[in-house]
């Protein structure tokens, strides 16, 4: 079933990991998008991919999410490409750990920089598109860490709790424009890209443990006794994009397998 078809989409951060699985997940259900990375080798080929396997027109783009030229230009480039623009989703991100009085506070920066004020540069270039339609969603990917705080992991949670705000208010100043705009909050992926190149590594050393008592410790923190899926996130961008989740916006909903409930 076509649940978004004709929709026309923008993706950040979608050449691999969870963004890919959602350029995919939206293709699937009969969108036309433009998936944005900072990786456009990689970006390039994850597009012709999905777009020989769906049949969608998906383009590939190379924007830094931090650049608010870039971005500006690359959003008035996807409505030329796509036509308009009615779904903007906010997934690209970065975590960088560590003990907080040791941190290196350029990297700490860096991570408020892409994770929340590319968030808010992102999110705020494709509000204005769609102002003129008065329809719109954005989408922004957060995570459990924007609700509690995270070991040893200051710089992430604070920029993922600060996109709460972002969304909130967004949502607050555009809601009677016909702009909605929500956050998800996945779990641990312990089987993207992020986790098993740099994750298990990073808090394997961080924590003094092995990778393998990394994974069975966040596990075992998860009422459900698994790992978060790509498909449990995608079939919420699903419903948060489509027409079902119409009464709702300024939302961060968790999809943590009962990890976190408020
Ligand atoms: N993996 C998890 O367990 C997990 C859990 C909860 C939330 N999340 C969130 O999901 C999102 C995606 O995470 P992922 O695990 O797929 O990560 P990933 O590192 O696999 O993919 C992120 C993508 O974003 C791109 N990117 C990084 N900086 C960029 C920038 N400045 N401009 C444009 N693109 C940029 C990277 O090149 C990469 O392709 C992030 O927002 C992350 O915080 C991930």
Not at 185 to 202: A, H, I, R, Y
Request: overall charge neutral.
């Amino acid at each position: 079933m076509e649940r978004l078809k004709g929709r026309k989409a923008i993706v950040t951060g979608s050449a691999q990991g969870l963004g890919e699985a959602i350029l995919q997940r939206l293709a699937k259900e009969g969108a036309d998008a433009v998936g944005w990375d900072i990786n456009i080798e990689k970006m390039t080929e994850t597009a012709k991919r999905i777009a020989e396997q769906t049949g969608r027109k998906i383009f590939a783009e190379k924007v830094d999410i931090t650049d608010a030229e870039m971005v500006r230009n690359a959003v008035d480039k996807a409505v030329e490409l796509l036509g308009g623009l009615d779904l903007m989703v906010c997934n690209a991100g970065i975590l960088i750990s560590g003990d907080s009085i040791s941190f290196d506070i350029s990297a700490w920066r860096k991570v408020i920089d892409i994770d929340l004020v590319g968030y808010f540069i992102c999110a705020r270039e494709a509000i204005r598109v769609m102002l003129p339609n008065k329809y719109g969603t954005v989408i922004q990917i957060n995570s459990k860490s924007g609700k509690k705080g995270s070991f040893k992991n200051s710089a992430y949670a604070a920029a993922k709790f600060g996109g709460i705000g972002v969304t909130q208010s967004l949502a607050l100043e555009f809601a009677e424009h016909g702009i909605r705009v929500n956050a998800i909050c996945p779990g641990n992926l312990l089987d993207s890209p992020l986790w098993t190149e740099s994750l298990f590594k990073q808090y394997a050393k961080n924590q003094g443990i092995t990778e393998e008592e990394v994974r069975k410790k966040y596990i075992d923190q998860v009422p459900m006794k698994r790992p978060c899926r790509y498909e449990d996130v995608c079939n919420v961008v699903v419903f948060l994009a489509s027409d079902e989740s119409n009464y709702m916006t300024g939302q961060a909903i968790n999809v943590t397998g009962g990890q976190e409930m408020r």
